[in-house]
């Protein structure tokens, strides 16, 4: 079975400043991998998706994402956060067959200060 | 409909009664999920849906939670005899066939058990 782990519960950035939130994942075969956004009292958004390809993965907002299968992770990059970039951050992995279940991380938090 | 639409949004509900919490997917999407998202903890899968079925029921937590879907589009989450622990958002998504295409969110059901 599949799982992620998020290390980073809180992270304080400096509006300006450059991020990456931290994602690893556990599955034996190629996973797909997603990255959700979630502002207070809003659904998840989806940020982008990793499927095969290209492992340098752009999205939404301004965000990126870099599949790398030796260390298993799919870490999450911007290179200027904005204020309204603060919310909770979601890494998911899904398996190919089966379920097709998402897997999530407990979530990070990002607090901007201005 | 153009998103994923659930009800009710929010729930009060006393300790021991029943609640049901509706999803009603995005049209064409055959594949529907639901999670719990506790206060502070990540998304806590709860089941799957491949049209009527439902194929991965691992995330239940208890014989009180039982899920059902109808026409291969609505489903209802119940909740039998609620507790306290039982607080807390439900969240329902859509997809055409599984994690290999994109997972929508509804805003989700915010349940509290007093």
């Known amino acids: 079975a599949q799982s992620v782990t998020q290390p980073d519960i809180h992270i304080t950035v400096s509006e300006g400043a450059s991020l990456e939130l931290r994602c690893n994942y556990s599955?034996?075969?190629?996973?797909?991998l997603f990255w959700y956004v979630q502002s207070p009292g809003q659904g998840l958004q989806l940020l982008l998706k990793?499927?095969?390809?290209?492992?340098l993965v752009q999205g939404i907002k301004g965000f990126e994402a870099e599949f790398k299968r030796s260390q298993s992770s799919f870490n999450l990059r911007k290179p200027s956060v904005h204020w309204s970039d603060a919310a909770e951050y979601f890494c998911?992995?899904?398996?190919?067959?089966?379920?097709?279940?998402?897997?999530f991380g407990k979530g990070t938090k990002l607090t901007v200060n201005p | 409909g153009a998103g994923v639409s659930q009800s009710p949004s929010n729930k009060v509900t006393e300790k021991g009664k029943d609640v049901e919490l509706r999803c009603d997917p995005i049209?064409?999407?055959?594949?529907l999920y639901w999670y719990r998202q506790s206060l502070g903890q990540g998304l806590e899968f709860l089941i799957y849906?491949?049209?009527?079925?439902?194929?991965?029921k691992s995330g239940l937590p208890s014989d009180r939670f039982s899920a059902e879907r109808t026409g291969g589009s609505v489903s209802t989450l119940t909740i039998q005899r609620t507790q306290q622990e039982d607080s807390a958002v439900y969240l329902c998504?859509?997809?055409?066939?599984?994690?290999?295409?994109?997972?929508?969110f509804g805003e989700g059901s915010w349940l509290t058990v007093v």
């Open positions: 998504a859509s997809s055409r066939r599984g994690s290999g295409n994109t997972i929508y």
């Open positions: 599955y034996g075969a190629t996973p797909y």
């Open positions: 990793y499927f095969s390809g290209d492992t």
């Open positions: 998911a992995v899904g398996a190919q067959g089966g379920s097709e279940k998402l897997v």
């Open positions: 049209s064409g999407h055959t594949a």
């Open positions: 849906f491949q049209g009527n079925s439902a194929p991965d």
